[in-house]
C-alpha cells in the first residue's frame, strides 16, 4: 500500500499545467477545492470529473497513476460511506434495525460524500504531481510574504511545508526497507488480533522514527554549513512571474465553477 502514495511525489514534464506559475496552481487547487465543496449534486460532481481528466491529459499524467494514491485513503472513504450510510434520516426506509436504517436519501448521501472526498484528494494530488518542491516552495513564500509585515514567519512556514512534502516518499521507501529487513527476522504484521498486530508495529515504529529524527539531524547540520539564515535578503535564481497562460487558467476554473453554480439553482441533480 506504501507504493500507492503519490502525494508529494513529481512527476517532471513540460505540459502546459507544469509551466503555471506554483502560485496560480496553488490558488486554483484551493478554488478547485471550494468548487467541490459547494457543489450539491451528482452533475456538478460530473463537471468536476471531466475537468480533472482534462487537467490529466494536458499534464500527461496517467489516470492510474492518480486513481493509485487514492488506495491508500480506501478505508477512510468506506467509513466516510458506511456512516453517511446507515446514519442518514430519509422518509423512504429501505432497512431498518434498531438504531440502524438505510433509506434513499440515505443511499445519495453516502455515494455523494465518498465521491467528495475522492475528488479532494484527487485535485490535491495534480498540485504536487506537477509542481517541483522548489517551486512550490517559491509560490508558498511569496503568497505568504504580504503577512510577514505583521510578524508572520512567511519563509519558514513554506520551507517547512516544502520539506515535509519531499520527505514523505523518503519515509515510505525507509518504511519499506524497515519492513522488509523486519519480516526477514521472523516479524509478522498480519496475523493475529487488533492489539498483536499494534504490537507488532512497534520494531517498525521505532526505528522509522529514529531514522527520520537522525535525517532531520542531517539536515539541520547541511543547512548551516551552508550559511542558511532564512530568507531575507535572498534572491530568486528564477522569479515568478504571471504570464497569460496563468489567466487562460484561471479563466477555467472560474468557467467550471460558474456551471457548478448553474447546476445548482437549476435543481439538476441536487441531492
Known amino acids: 500500500m506504501l507504493n500507492n502514495i503519490t502525494l508529494g511525489q513529481f512527476f517532471p514534464g513540460e505540459s502546459f499545467i507544469h509551466r503555471l506559475d506554483p ?3 496553488i490558488l486554483l487547487t484551493i478554488a ?3 468548487c467541490v465543496f459547494i457543489s450539491r ?3 456538478g460532481f460530473g463537471l468536476i470529473v471531466a475537468f480533472i481528466y482534462m487537467c490529466a491529459k494536458v499534464a500527461r499524467i496517467q489516470l492510474k497513476f492518480i486513481f493509485r494514491g487514492l488506495k491508500p485513503i480506501a478505508v477512510i472513504v468506506i467509513i466516510t460511506f458506511l456512516l453517511n450510510l ?3 434520516a430519509g ?7 434498531g438504531i440502524l436504517s438505510i433509506s434513499v436519501q440515505g443511499i445519495k448521501n453516502a455515494v455523494f460524500m465518498a465521491l467528495r472526498l475522492i475528488l479532494l484528494v484527487t485535485g490535491t494530488q495534480l498540485l504536487t504531481l506537477t509542481t517541483s518542491p522548489i517551486r512550490l516552495t517559491d509560490g508558498l513564500e511569496s503568497l505568504f510574504l504580504p503577512f510577514s509585515k505583521i510578524g508572520f514567519p512567511a519563509h519558514e512556514l513554506a520551507m ?3 520539506i515535509a512534502l519531499r520527505f514523505i516518499p523518503t519515509l515510505i521507501e525507509e518504511t519499506q526497507k524497515i519492513t522488509r529487513a523486519q519480516k526477514a527476522r521472523g516479524a509478522d504484521f498480519e496475523s ?3 492489539i498483536k498486530r499494534a504490537k507488532a508495529l512497534l520494531p517498525l515504529l521505532v526505528p522509522l522514527f529514529v531514522s527520520a529524527f537522525r535525517r532531520a539531524d542531517e539536515l539541520a547540520m547541511a543547512m548551516e554549513a551552508r550559511c542558511y539564515r532564512g530568507g531575507k535578503g535572498r534572491t530568486k535564481m528564477r522569479p515568478l512571474r504571471y504570464g497569460r497562460k496563468d489567466l487562460y487558467a484561471l479563466c477555467c476554473v472560474i468557467l467550471l465553477a460558474g456551471l457548478i453554480l448553474v447546476t445548482n439553482a437549476s435543481g439538476i441533480g441536487v441531492i
Open 86 to 88: 446507515f446514519m442518514s
Open 192 to 194: 493475529g488480533s487488533l
Open 23 to 25: 502560485r496560480t496552481k
Open 32 to 34: 478547485f477545492l471550494v
Open 91 to 97: 422518509k423512504d426506509v429501505l432497512w431498518k434495525w
Open 160 to 162: 517547512m511545508m516544502s
Open 41 to 43: 449534486g451528482f452533475l
